[in-house]
Each structure stands twice: as C-alpha cells, then as structure tokens.
C-alpha cells in the first residue's frame, strides 16, 4: 500500500476520484466544514494574542487556559444577543445577504486538496472533496458571488453608512479581483492546467513561489484586499463608516458576516499555498527525506495546516503593522499599479514559455539569464542622473484670495490668508488699540494672548 502511495504522490496528474463512495464523500464535506468552523474560532484568538504581543499586552487570558474560550464566549454572546431588525430595510435581502456572504465563502474548499490519496476505513481516495478542470475558475467564481452579500447587505439596510460600505466593496471586486486573476493566469500557463491537483502535482521538484515571484506579491496584496481586511478595509472602514455595510446588523445575521470573513481568510491562504507554496508538498529538507516519505499518508495534512497558517499569520501581521488606506489611494494603487504589473509580468511569463516550447530550453538557464538582465538593468539605473527639483516657490506677499475659483480653498504653504472683514472693522473703528488688545471691549485678537492686567 505504501508503494502505491508513493508513486501517486510523485508521478502527478489530477485526482482519481473513481473509488469514492457516498460516504466517503459525506466524510469529506463534513470534516471540510468543522475545520473551517474550528480554524476561524482559533484564527480569532490567534489574532487577538499576535495583535496584543505587537502591541505590548498580552490579549486575552481570562477566559481559559491562554484564553482559548473567549472565542466561543464570543460566539454564544452572538447567538444569544438580541436580534434587532431595521423596519425601513427590505427585509427579504437584508436577511438573505448574510447567508449569501456564508455560503459562498464555504465553497472554495471543495477543490482544494489536502493531501495526496489515502486510506480512510480500506477506501483509497484523495485529500479532496472534488475537482474539475476549471477548479481555479471555480475559486473565483464563488468569491465573486459572495461579494453580493456585502453588496446587498448594505443597500437593503436602507441607511446612508451601509450604503457607502456597498458601493466601496463594488468597487473593490472590479479592480482587485482583475489583478488577482491576472497573477493566477501565469501560474496556469507554466503548470499547464487549472486544476488543483494538478497544479499541485506541477509543483514536486520546483515551487511556483520562486520562479512567479512577482506574481506571488501581486496575490497577496490582492487577496488582503479581496477579504475586506486591513490597509484594505474600506468597505467596514470603522472610523468613517462607523461599521459600513454591517452598521445596521446585530445577533446572529452579523455573526455571518463575522464568520465569512474569516472563512474567505482561510481560502484566500489555502489558494495561495496550492498555487504557490506547493499545495501539500512538504518543505524541501523533508521531501528529500527517504525518496518523499513526508508527501505520503497523512504527513502532507500537517504540511497544509502549516503553510495555510503561515499566511493567516501574514493577515495578522499586516493588521498590526499598517494603516488604512484613504479611498483614493485605494483606488489608485488598483487601477495604476496593480493591475498593469500584472498584465506587463503576463506577458513576461508569456513570452518565456514560447521560448522554452520552441527552443527547447531549461527553466533553470532562463531563470539566469532573466535574472542576470534585471541585475544589469538595476546597475544601468544607477548610472543614469537624477532629475533635480523644481526650485521651491518664493512666498508671495500678495494676499490668498480663497474664492477665487469658486468656492473655498485652503491656503498652500507659504500663502497666507487675507484678514476678516470682523478685523478689518475693528482696527477702523479702534485705529489707536495696541496690537495686544482688540476692538470689542478689550477681548484679545489670539486666544494665546493675555490681556494686559492692572
């Protein structure tokens, strides 16, 4: 049995789910939904205490051992909340847009495999609920659709924040999930398929992480963007839209939204570690290890868990580290830096596999050569002169006219604005006053000045 594990996990290709049976498959869907309902009770305490340590506290403690049980004090404190419904809302979506958010972020696993095929009760079946040959498609499709929950939460709330929240999220789908999937699009074309499985059987001797680099780094900035988290929060934005689309929800409806948060965390991670990291592969000092012993059995589970959890720590860490982006910014870096480094490293990854298919060279010889062009480019950039700066602008005397485009404008640095009509008046009606003293009864013309006393 080992042997015909083994060479399953190393000669490649899609999953052979022909010796499933229904319960084989009812044990898979079920063990798919009590590890994300697990994993997003501890991703909340994990958050929680990774936060505090970066803060200098220690986060929760209280409740249990480490504080394990104030994710489930959470939970129950969400169950049991009153449930209050906004009557102007429309009420049929406003209660369906939370299940919308839940049911589609529950989706995405279903094609990702977990491990290579093994035994479970005497039946031979792969880590792996299903798969398919657009399973990545799949992937997309479903985060596309559970946006909807977002969007319909908060224009059937019937309220201006929720709104604003709706709008945002919007266009947040339109310009980050182009740039998302434009950095899968060069993992299709090197592994040659859309499949999961297979894309992770592409990756046994080299790991897409390292020669897709750059479009590794344009998926992770696009995934923290597509799961609504930090510096990308904009459609929740607490600050400014004192909750967004989830303001006028309570009980268990923002418990959904709650929970499909964090579930779209772990899918996001779990396609990044299938995509890039190898899927179930262990790392390379134990692949090595007894001709792969560790991508056998149940061994790549643990390797999955990890790696899923590494990026769950990255979430944390960019949570912690930076601030929210302003949504012209937000905007801007979509629509003008995103998605064009996508498209250009595209047709990069384009071009390099035409080379490799008709000129019949290794992957290794280009990696070199790529590499020795962008070292040479980056010295050749050294060598060109800067452009100098404008000189800075001679303060005017002249007094600013704030209307005279208008409407109000602030004054740059270095204007200055004319004085008020009250002052003008008051140094007319009083032109012998000292400086120190105004015009209406000995009250000082700066709140920082004190009035002579005696």
């Known amino acids: 049995m080992r042997a015909v594990l083994l060479a399953s996990a190393t000669e490649g290709g899609a999953a052979d789910f022909s010796q499933d049976v229904f319960w084989v498959w009812l044990l898979k869907a079920v063990g798919i939904l009590v590890f994300l309902l697990l994993s997003v009770l501890i991703a909340i305490w994990f958050e929680r205490r990774v936060v505090g340590r970066m803060q200098l506290r220690p986060g929760p403690n209280v409740h249990g051992p480490f504080g394990l049980f104030q994710s489930l004090a959470d939970a129950m404190k969400l169950l049991l909340k009153e449930d209050v419904t906004v009557k102007a809302a429309d009420k049929l979506v406003y209660i369906v847009a939370p299940f919308i958010a839940v049911f589609c972020s529950l989706l995405t696993y279903a094609v990702i495999p977990f491990g290579p095929e093994v035994s479970i009760f005497g039946v031979v079946t792969p880590l792996q609920l299903t798969d398919f040959p657009v399973a990545v498609l799949y992937i997309l499709a479903c985060a596309s659709v559970g946006v909807y929950g977002i969007v319909l939460g908060g ?255 602030p004054p740059l640095p270095g204007q200055t604005l004319p004085p008020s009509p009250r002052a003008l008046r008051r140094e007319a009606q009083s032109p012998a006053t000292p400086a120190l003293v105004g015009g209406d009864g000995g009250a000082p013309e700066s709140p920082t000045q004190e009035v002579p006393r005696g």
């Open 155 to 409: 224009w059937s709330s019937n309220s201006t924040y929720p709104l604003l929240g709706a709008v945002r999220s919007t266009a947040q789908v339109i310009s980050y999930e182009l740039a998302m999937g434009l950095s899968l699009v060069s993992v299709f074309i090197l592994a040659g398929s859309m499949s999961t499985s297979e894309i992770v059987a592409s990756q046994s001797t080299l790991w897409w992480l390292i020669p897709l680099a750059p479009a590794f780094v344009i998926y992770v900035i696009s995934m923290v963007g597509e799961t609504n988290r930090l510096p990308f929060d904009l459609p929740e934005a607490e600050g400014e839209l004192v909750g967004g689309y989830t303001t006028e929800y309570s009980s268990m409806k923002f418990a959904w939204f709650f929970l499909a948060e964090y579930i779209n965390m772990l899918n996001v991670s779990a396609v990044a570690t299938t995509l890039f990291f190898g899927g179930w592969r262990a790392p390379w000092p134990l692949s090595a290890i007894n001709d792969g012993m560790f991508n056998t059995g149940w061994w790549p589970l643990l390797w999955f868990v990890a790696k899923v959890w590494l990026f769950m720590f990255l979430f944390v860490w960019i949570r912690g580290t930076l601030l929210r982006f302003r949504y012209d910014q937000f905007m801007k870096f979509g629509w003008k830096v995103l998605i064009p480094s996508a498209l250009v490293w595209l047709v990069c990854v384009a071009v390099v596999q035409g080379v490799r298919q008709f000129a019949d060279v290794d992957l290794q010889t280009l990696m070199f050569v790529l590499a020795g062009v962008i070292v040479a480019a980056v010295l050749i950039s050294f060598l060109i002169p800067e452009k100098k700066a404008p000189p800075a602008p001679v303060p005017s005397d002249e007094p600013f006219d704030a209307f005279a485009g208008g409407f109000p404008v």
